[in-house]
């Protein structure tokens, strides 16, 4: 008999803890779902561009520096969102990407650059490898609409500058929140160009800022000019580190242009990560390294290739997304640049640095360079430009020096620490 009266005891203390855990969830569940409600349409909206940007892996690889790469498909990368490239068939992918042509190529010095996500693994046959996007990296960024992209280049008619170049035409425009020191030759009709661009990491010091090193080919030399781009990069709303970027951009950066594979249009081949870290870095009066760059035209297709060391074929520009670049560009850059509001104005400047953070007077082992610097035109010979100027808009800021000694390759040097007082105040 006690043992009943005890059970139904057991199994009222059951009802009403169970009554009690309603009631509960009753109270609180108006308070969730209006929180659910009000974080919604932003959790939404991040959550429809993550899915926009990184395309379905058939493997996934963990990088030890914190990236995840995903091994996609050739044909699901995200080139294939732009309309234009519908019905883009790429051709013999697998055998050989780029003309016999354009892998010729001058012995070079490339300092063993590699990407460190390439310690942890590789992707199978029939798959490049991209970084993915994560939501703190959505965060980071200025806006979700612009993210992956460079601030637009922005200009003021009196920003011009004239060059002492033969057939240079028109005065070439300079974007206020630009500092560029650069080696650059225009005039003539460009079919590719490359260099040596020896590795640092730079400092970033202002959250809208970048700072670059790369090689620039341009169509034109007013505030709406198309050009493809790479090099190295370090720009904190992507990565935060040191990355290996490119770029096409239609109209001075104003819609189109991205560091990485975030803007459709670019066609990856390779087993290269764009905005991936690379290293080593060279260090002050200590080793160097260098990443070797080409940008190269095949006429016959309007396609723009790029590639790195030892002639690997990253991946190319189709013509179908091209402007008048698709038949040569008409001004070539080698070197460096900052972006930063805070720039060309009243102080204080920028700190951001460029290059090594060293001026171009501090030479071998202390400033950036480019060596090896070519351009190719339609005699489909590699050679070094000429003419050649070295220019820096802000030389008390970042300095630029073409070193020429007799019987030896011009040297290009670049870069500096920005806000320095009182010379860069």
């Known amino acids: 008999m006690e043992k009943k009266y005890q059970s139904r005891m057991g199994k009222s203390k059951v009802a009403i803890m169970s009554l009690l855990w309603v009631l509960f969830g009753l109270c609180i569940s108006p308070h969730l779902n209006a929180e659910a409600r009000t974080s919604s349409p932003l959790e939404r909206e991040i959550e429809a561009k993550l899915k926009q940007l990184n395309k379905p892996a058939v493997k996934t690889i963990k990088s030890e520096d914190g990236d995840i790469i995903d091994c996609v498909n050739i044909y699901e990368q995200p080139a294939f969102d732009h309309p234009a490239l519908k ?3 790429i051709k013999e992918w697998n055998v050989q990407m780029m003309p016999d042509f354009l892998l010729e190529s001058e012995n070079s010095s490339t300092g063993k650059i590699f990407q460190t996500w390439q310690k942890s693994g590789s992707c199978p046959k029939g798959t490049i490898p991209i970084r993915r996007i994560l939501k703190e990296d959505l965060l980071r960024a200025a806006s979700l609409e612009r993210f992956g992209r460079k601030p637009p280049a922005l200009f003021n008619n009196s920003t011009t500058l004239n060059f002492s170049i033969p057939n240079a035409g028109n005065s070439l425009f300079i974007p206020e929140n630009r500092s560029s020191s650069y080696l650059v030759t225009l005039g003539y009709n460009y079919i590719g160009a490359q260099a040596d661009i020896n590795v640092w990491n730079p400092q970033v010091k202002m959250p809208d800022d970048f700072t670059t090193a790369q090689i620039w080919l341009k169509n034109s030399n007013n505030p709406y000019f198309e050009s493809v781009e790479s090099g190295w990069m370090v720009e904190t709303s992507i990565a935060g580190w ?5 770029q096409l951009q239609r109209d001075s950066y104003r819609s189109t242009g991205c560091f990485d594979l975030t803007c459709s249009g670019f066609i990856q081949t390779g087993q290269v990560v764009l905005g991936g870290s690379i290293g080593p870095i060279s260090s002050p009066l200590g080793p160097q390294y260098e990443i070797n760059v080409g940008i190269f035209l095949e006429p016959d297709s309007g396609n723009w290739y790029l590639k790195l060391n030892k002639n690997m074929g990253v991946g190319y520009w189709p013509a179908e997304i091209l402007g008048s670049l698709r038949q040569s560009a008409i001004l070539v850059e080698w070197g460096g640049q900052v972006s930063s509001t805070n720039i ?13 953070g060293d ?6 082992a202390n ?15 590699l050679k070094y430009p000429d003419p050649v100027t070295a220019m820096a808009d802000e030389p008390y800021c970042y300095s630029s020096l073409n070193e020429v000694k007799y019987g030896l390759e011009p040297v290009f040097y670049f870069g500096g620490p920005g806000r320095n007082p009182p010379y860069c105040p």
Do not use: W
Request: contains cysteine.
């Open 87 to 89: 019905n883009h068939t």
């Open 242 to 246: 040191l990355i290996l970027c490119m």
């Open 344 to 356: 060309k104005k009243e102080s204080p400047h920028t700190g951001t640095t460029m290059g090594s």
């Open 359 to 364: 001026f171009a007077g501090g030479r071998y």
């Open 367 to 381: 400033a950036c360079y480019m060596r090896n610097v070519r351009i190719k035109d339609y005699s489909l010979q």
